[in-house]
T-cell receptor, first 112, second 113 residues
Framework: GENVEQHPSTLSVQEGDSAVIKCTYS??????FPWYKQELGKRPQLIID?????GEKKDQRIAVTLNKTAKHFSLHITETQPEDSAVYFC???????????FGTGTRLKVLA | DVKVTQSSRYLVKRTGEKVFLECVQD?????MFWYRQDPGLGLRLIYF???????EKGDIPEGYSVSREKKERFSLILESASTNQTSMYLC????????????FGEGSRLTVL
């Protein structure tokens, strides 16, 4: 069946360094790829998303890149700050369906 | 401000008890979802509803049922709770016909003893 693999499962970086989280999807029909951030004890919240007609999208310190040929997409966080510490989930879905396939999550720790 | 509210943040139940988890959204969204979140497994879809009284099974529906009598309210029911249903349950909603953001509730952590 369809799946999304996410790596790494945990990531520790020094404050100010960059962090990269990668996801690979299996369904070539997928065309929408959101990233959610879940702080401890809080709800997952959308931080950035990308659609398949775009290769890269940026929002301040956060960027997402998409390689449709290789079927993978990545989250890039630059100049990390302690408040970036959270669990990050990637997901993939296809327009017109309800099925969002989530990755298994990455726990990011930003060390001060 | 967008709001998805789950009625209980923490519940402790005994094996065999019937459990109701309720979710209410105030955004007039057509789509509502119940996910289960377990460490190392991510979010897995239990049930989905795209309209009042309409429902579809997700990836892990066994042992669960749902009810959607009103547009704003989506309930998850465990008919006879078992210890392997100890988990975090997340409700979400989204607009119909638009593939975009899922709005999540804060979650209900269920422990079955």
């Amino acid at each position: 069946g369809e799946n999304v693999e996410q790596h790494p499962s945990t990531l520790s970086v020094q404050e100010g360094d960059s962090a990269v989280i990668k996801c690979t999807y299996s369904d070539s029909a997928s065309n929408y790829f959101p990233w959610y951030k879940q702080e401890l004890g809080k709800r997952p919240q959308l931080i950035i998303d990308i659609r398949s007609n775009v290769g890269e999208k940026k929002d301040q310190r956060i960027a997402v890149t998409l390689n449709k040929t290789a079927k993978h997409f990545s989250l890039h966080i630059t100049e990390t700050q302690p408040e970036d510490s959270a669990v990050y989930f990637c997901a993939a879905t296809t327009s017109g369906t309800y099925k969002y396939i989530f990755g298994t999550g990455t726990r990011l720790k930003v060390l001060a | 401000d967008v709001k998805v509210t789950q009625s209980s943040r923490y519940l402790v139940k005994r094996t065999g008890e019937k459990v109701f988890l309720e979710c209410v959204q105030d955004m007039d969204h057509e789509n509502m979802f119940w996910y289960r979140q377990d460490p190392g497994l991510g979010l897995r879809l239990i049930y989905f509803s795209y309209d009042v009284k309409m429902k579809e099974k997700g990836d892990i529906p066994e042992g669960y049922s749902v009810s959607r009598e009103k547009k704003e309210r989506f309930s998850l029911i465990l008919e006879s709770a078992s210890t392997n249903q100890t988990s975090m349950y997340l409700c979400a909603s989204s607009l119909e016909g638009y593939t975009g953001e899922l709005f999540f509730g804060e979650g209900s952590r269920l422990t079955v003893l």
